[in-house]
């Protein structure tokens, strides 16, 4: 739109129902380096509640981080109080030791009772989880911290507005690094990312959080209700699914329901010349990829007033084969990594790539990249399927994922 049709970033807005959505457009702005502005809202990565959690990603992948760790020593609530904190931090400046060496020598600081139980409780806890670091991939070892940590109940347990905002905002942090792990690589290989890679790309992420607040020609992200009022020449309208627009909670009541098409029709009156609707086939909601339906109030618009020719039909519809192995899709996985060297393979004059609903177990294939290999096993639906394949030397076994799309 901002070549062909010479619009500036400032004439786009993106509209979401909820402030959990702004995440995946957040980080794909950034890397297409496209200022934005978050308005009514703070970006993603910098609400408290996102902080908190990776602060304790942070501590178990480097508990020499400090700042990490005050953080979230008495997060949930374990009665360790601002004097403890400075009493340690006092005696690691004394012993030239860091904060979380002092944690480790309680005994000598002094500590006693229940101050030093919950002291010793905490230490053993991210030394727990720092032993499951070379076991569990990011996000297993992500969903663990929140349930051992209680930060995920403390959230839950909170049914405010606010809370349950919170709450949602920590379920879309779990389904990113769900869909992170799971997410293979350009030639559709399975492979292991842990706590540490993970954090990398959240640091690349975030640096620049807050370097656009100032700049008036940015894309505005933000959700309906904070569009009242608001108009703009262009809006993308996102997320227009089933149990997210309508919300899941105004399904079976059919005033809250009227309130839910209101806010479509605000939402939609907020483009001054175009309007883009959009919605995910698939979508990570709670850890696990769910397949979803289009919102009910986009068949209710007036035909003659949709243009519908650019839409991209569900890829569960009508497949069709991109390759014997393709990338657009997250699959599940457990521990897979081949270390073995991969060669550089030339495709046959006769490669064809084909619908991956052909495969059978057993089966004599050529990977473009990998080479000839046999079928071991065939996992997941016909639109999403994991192949474990055995090539030959000295590429070995591998996990592969066949996508279908239109």
Known sequence: MKIRNH???KDIAILYRTNAQSRAFEESLRRSNIAYRIYGGLSFYQRKEIKDFVCYLRCVANPQDEEALKRIINYPARGIGNTTLNKISVYAQEKDITFWQA???LEVVGFKGATATALQSFVLMIRHFQGLQDKKNAY???EEIGKQSGIVKELYIDKTVEGLARYENLQELLNSIKEYTETPTEDGELVERNLGSYLQQITLLTDTDTENEEEQNTVKLMTIHAAKGLEFPIVFLVGMEENIFPSAMSMYDREDLEEERRLFYVAITRAKEKLWISFANNRYRFGSLVQNDPSRFIDELPAEMVDN????KPRFNTPKSKGLFGNENAVQQK??????ATAVHNASASFKAVDPSQLAQ??????????????ISLEGPL???IATIHFEPPIGQK???SIMQN
């Open 335 to 340: 521990k897979v990594v081949n270390h073995a």
């Open 7 to 9: 619009f500036q970033n």
């Open 362 to 375: 057993n089966m004599r294939v050529e990977h473009q990249r990998f080479g000839f290999g046999k079928i």
């Open 399 to 401: 996990k592969l994922c």
């Open 309 to 312: 020719s650019l839409a991209i």
């Open 140 to 142: 297993e070892l992500a």
């Open 383 to 385: 639109n999403n399927r």
């Open 103 to 105: 944690l480790n020598e």
